[in-house]
């Protein structure tokens, strides 16, 4: 393992989506992870993942885990080579702040950095419905080149049969961007 990667998640509904992501990238055996989540992130991970898993059990799946509030740690500067940055699920708070360039904790500042380093961003980008704002926001992210927009959208032509399969492949696309292949991923195979 030489290359490190960062995952975020903030307080939007997926945390599933998270859980996997990290469950995939650990398989890939490439990635070093640091994981820097919100405290919504927690109360949010707790609420959908109560009684299948704990925050602890999840910064067990990380190699480190970067406390929000401490602006000055690694993923805080350009010279903490990664090969990008994941953030899952992404609320639109910090989409907005991602947009603004408002960096007041490591989440925003890691992904600030991630984008004034030209390294991959990939936001799993959580909300329904979108407000004008919201879309604004997004595309004006999207015209940055390295950043990826994949909201968590439910998709049919692999036939899914489980919200587990469902996960699986939502997340098999969040985690593509950095090179991780999901070996259970159905791509589409055309008519």
């Not at 998640?9 to 599933?16: I, L």
């Not at 820097?36 to 993942?49: G, V, W």
Request: aromatic share 6%; charged share 20%; with cysteine.
């Amino acid at each position: 393992m030489g290359k490190r990667l960062i995952v975020g998640a903030s307080g939007a509904s997926g945390m599933p989506i998270l859980v996997k992501c990290l469950e995939l990238i650990r398989e890939s055996g490439e990635f070093e992870v640091t994981l820097i989540m919100t405290d919504s992130a927690k109360l949010t991970f707790h609420q959908e993942m109560e009684g299948v898993m704990s925050v602890s059990d999840l910064c067990g799946m990380a190699d480190q885990v970067a406390d929000i509030r401490n602006i000055g740690d690694k993923p805080a500067s350009g010279s903490y080579r990664t090969e990008g940055m994941l953030i899952v699920p992404c609320s639109m708070k910090t989409v907005a702040g991602i947009h603004s360039g408002y960096s007041d904790n490591l989440l925003l500042r890691a992904a600030d950095v991630t984008l004034k380093e030209h390294r991959p961003l990939v936001l799993a980008a959580r909300e329904t419905p979108l407000n004008a704002i919201h879309l604004r926001n997004m595309q004006e992210l999207s015209l940055i080149p390295g950043v990826f927009i994949i909201p968590p959208m439910m998709a049919f032509y692999h036939r899914p049969k489980t919200i587990d399969e469902m996960v699986y492949h939502i997340a098999a696309k969040l985690v593509e961007p950095f090179g991780v292949e999901a070996p259970e991923y159905r791509r589409w195979e055309g008519l």
